[in-house]
C-alpha cells in the first residue's frame, strides 16, 4: 500500500509541477552580403494586367513627350528612343520603381534600341 501511495504521489508531483525543459536552440547568425545594384524588383513575375498596366503608362508619357513636337523622326524606334529619358522621369515621379530598359521593351513588345546611349538622341523639335 505504501508503494501505491508513493506512485500517486509521484504523479500528482508530474501533473503539478511539470519540469522545466532547457531549450537547446541558440540564435542563428549568419553574414549577409548586399549588393545594391542588384535589382530585386526583376525578379517579380508580373501579371498580363500589370504589363498591360506598365505598356500604358509607358504609352501615356510617349505621347506626352512627342505631343507639339513638329519634327518626329520617321521611324517608331527612333521616337521611342529620344522618349526614353522623359519617360523614365516621369515614372520615376510617378513612384514607379521600374524603368523603361532593354527588359523592359522586351517584355513590353517593343523594339530594341536603334542607337547606342552615347549618339546624341536628344534632338526632337520642338516649338
Known sequence: MEEAQAEVTAIEDAVVKPTTVKSFTS???ADVI???DVNLAAHI?????E???RR????TFFNDFWTGAYEKPAAFVE???????YV?????ASGEFWQLDAKTRTMFGLPPRANSRNSGKNGAARD
Do not use: S
Open 56 to 59: 500604358d503608362l509607358v504609352r
Open 45 to 49: 513575375v508580373l501579371d498580363d494586367q
Open 27 to 29: 540564435p542563428v547568425t
Open 34 to 36: 548586399v549588393d545594391p
Open 51 to 53: 504589363i498591360q498596366r
Open 88 to 92: 523614365n522621369e516621369r515614372l520615376a
Open 79 to 85: 521616337r521611342l528612343d529620344q522618349a526614353e529619358d
